[in-house]
């Protein structure tokens, strides 16, 4: 009875677009010209965005806010790839992803307002709201994609975690189920190489995330995440397997944040400036802007245009959350129940008597 | 306050090498709050250690590192997301004790930032202490300046038993005191008697003891106070509650968490047990709402102030 393999496993590593923009053309996956300029377009928005929003923070108009620039390609390619009935459930840097599926920019800047308007989705796209309790709404979104199943529904949930997320319970419990129910559900893990300070190498000893989707039986791959291509394609095949019930997907994209986790933080107190050098010239918007330009279908006269549509686009979203009536006390106690119980009555008329904000 | 907290965790490191630090960005980064500030760089990898983002594991590892005679100071980054690692102060940490007739002992301390007034994100700005103190076998501490928490977080470390402590974060950096390092240990179960008076009973704790003073300073010398802070949750000082309100005959109880089945439930309940017939007035209490606390922009118009505890106070002293 001697000792025998009985299982081997292979991981794949996808890349489409290098650095410079340089495309290996067989792998080049199908998406119209037209498209990738409005991938590009809302990946420029979602970047202007973060620094309006970053400066709005620090005039104290808005409170904490998670920045997401370098990460917007991993935001952006899996949304691309999804119908307005397919579900798209972001962790919290996901802005470019839910810009593309239409959520109103001043929803954000509601959310980071302190105003729980902004988490409605006011969209005709299944969008679900941010999420801060890591990787909670990993489960969820595996019972939305069970619900999808269970209904045969030709549709397919993308839910995103960061790389801390892989060490809580909820993700393994998330994949597993998934698998064994071969729900339509593609798990996407940022891998931005640190939860706030904690780098990889102290999350965990394996040496991707990826290969933790291989344990449950998922296939899995890990791909260049600021390679909006490599993101769209990847998430292009999850689907097609999701639609014949082949079950979950988990990509892996591998990128950085090119900032701070938060507002509240100094990411100087546990990464290296040369680090950070090192991976801006890895920036997913620089490379898809060589790409477009090389197959002449953006020009930066473009570029300038759409900087300044993008300015007036963000100015009209902080005027409507402007002009928005302050919340009152109602807004605390009224989507509490479907039907407000006594007590809450009383109390909502104790909050209206020593009523703070106009 | 927070510099207080990584004073306590240094002194109680040096007296004891068996007390350890963990959580979430705890090292290198010094925690959110850089309450463990430096003490890596003091005591090293192997006594303060980043953890993998996982409260489950943090309290569970936490558990059986106490089992094999470490004293673990866990940090949870926020109260909001302590619910994964719930499960194992429940049903682990909260009843080894008990279940290993008094084999197993946990001389845990979880600390975790919690409470609101610092216009935070969604999840960072609750007071569930309540949960907490519900739990049978557990004892949950909360400090109300930098000199309560340097003592109580001592006394904490040092109990023999799983202590929740749990650190107002409006008050990290509200408060300024200076704490010198050969402060003694405070005693935890026992309340403080913070201005006496014999008109009226004012309880409170944490941030809330903070605005309960304002409260009472504007007061003036209209009536004469009696300030109770709480510092320990549970078990509750019942004896210093009960003699107090015996001599005012009036209680106003304050906290800034939901107002059912909360900490003033329960003192009212006491204060009904042992001391009904000396009331002259019916107990008030000035809480939260039951309600999920909100996002920044009403934050204020949630957390009780000074206008809420002094028309209270009015209240009762009508009677």
Not at chain 1, 184 to 196: G, K
Not at chain 2, 51 to 69: D, F, N, R
Request: a negative charge.
């Amino acid at each position: 009875m001697p000792r025998k393999t009985i299982a081997n496993f292979e991981l794949e590593y996808l890349q489409i677009m290098d650095e410079t923009g340089s495309v290996d053309q067989e792998l080049m996956p199908k998406i119209e010209k037209e498209r990738l300029k409005e991938l590009y377009k809302t990946m420029l928005l979602a970047r202007t965005f973060d620094t309006k929003l970053l400066a709005l923070q620090r005039q104290g108009r808005i409170g904490t806010f998670p920045q997401a620039t370098g990460q917007e390609a991993a935001a952006i390619g899996p949304a691309a790839c999804l119908e307005k009935d397919d579900w798209y459930i972001p962790s919290y840097r996901e802005f470019a992803g839910l810009f593309l599926r239409k959520m109103p920019l001043s929803n954000v800047i509601l959310s980071f307002s302190g105003d729980e308007r902004g988490n409605k989705n006011n969209s005709e796209y299944k969008n679900y709201p941010l999420t801060f309790p890591i990787g909670s709404q990993l489960p969820q979104a595996t019972g939305i994609a069970m619900g999808m199943q269970l209904e045969k529904k030709k549709n397919v949930v993308v839910v995103y975690c960061g790389d801390g997320a892989t060490s809580e319970g909820d993700f393994h419990e998330s994949l597993n189920f998934a698998s064994v129910t071969k729900a339509p559900i593609i798990f996407i893990v940022q891998n931005n190489q640190y939860a706030i300070s904690t780098p990889i190498k102290l999350q965990t000893s394996s040496q991707t995330f990826a290969q933790k989707g291989i344990a449950y039986d998922i296939p899995s791959i890990k791909v260049d995440g600021n390679d909006t291509l490599a993101m769209f394609a990847a998430t292009q095949e999850a689907i097609q397997r999701a639609k014949l019930h082949q079950g979950p997907t988990l990509i892996e994209a591998f990128t950085y944040r090119i900032c701070d986790h938060t507002s509240a933080d100094d990411a100087k107190r546990y990464r290296s400036e040369e680090e950070l050098e090192s991976w801006k010239k890895k920036d997913p918007l620089t490379r898809l802007k060589i790409y477009l330009e090389k197959e002449n279908i953006w020009t930066d006269k473009d570029e300038q245009q759409t900087e300044k549509e993008n300015e007036e686009t963000i100015a009209k979203a902080i005027e409507e959350a402007d002009a928005l009536p302050a919340v009152t006390p109602e807004d605390m106690f009224q989507y509490m129940y479907e039907d407000m119980p006594d007590n809450l009555k009383e109390q909502l008329e104790d909050c209206k008597k020593f009523k703070k904000n106009e | 306050m927070a510099q207080a907290i990584t004073q306590a965790l240094e002194a109680e490191m040096q007296a004891d090498e068996k007390v350890l630090v963990l959580g979430e960005d705890v090292g290198l980064n010094g925690g959110v709050f850089r309450a463990t500030d430096g003490l890596q760089k003091t005591f090293g990898e192997q006594r303060v250690i980043d953890t993998p983002l996982a409260e489950s594991g943090i309290i569970g590892t936490s558990v059986g590192l106490s089992i094999y005679g470490f004293k673990p100071v866990a940090e949870i980054q926020f109260s909001g997301f302590m619910y994964p690692g719930f499960n194992q102060l429940v049903t682990a940490a909260a009843r080894l004790r008990n279940r290993t007739r008094g084999e197993f002992t946990i001389p845990l301390v979880v600390r975790m930032p919690y409470g609101g007034g610092i216009r935070a994100l969604e999840h960072h700005s609750e007071s569930m202490e309540a949960l907490y103190a519900h739990i049978p076998g557990l004892k949950v501490v909360i400090p109300s300046s930098p000199k309560e928490a340097y003592g109580l977080l001592r006394a904490a470390i040092q109990d023999p038993d799983p202590v929740v402590f749990m650190e107002p974060k409006r008050i990290y950096r509200a408060i300024k005191e200076e704490v010198k390092e050969d402060q003694e240990p405070i005693p935890l179960g026992k309340a403080k008697i913070t201005k006496e008076g014999d008109e009226c009973t004012v309880i409170a704790y944490g941030a809330m003891h903070w605005v309960a003073q304002k409260a009472i300073a504007q007061l003036g010398y209209k009536y004469h106070i009696e300030l109770i802070d709480l510092r320990t949750i549970s078990p509750l000082d019942t004896e210093t509650i009960i003699k107090s309100v015996k001599k005012t005959g009036r209680c106003v109880i304050t906290h800034e968490a939901p107002r059912s089945y909360g900490v003033a439930a329960e003192i009212i309940a006491q204060i009904n047990e042992k001391a009904l017939y000396e009331l002259q007035a019916p107990v008030e209490r000035v809480t939260g709402y039951d309600t999920i606390m909100p996002y920044y922009q009403n934050e204020t118009n949630y957390i009780p102030d000074e206008e809420k505890i002094v028309a209270a106070i009015e209240r009762v002293m009508k009677e």
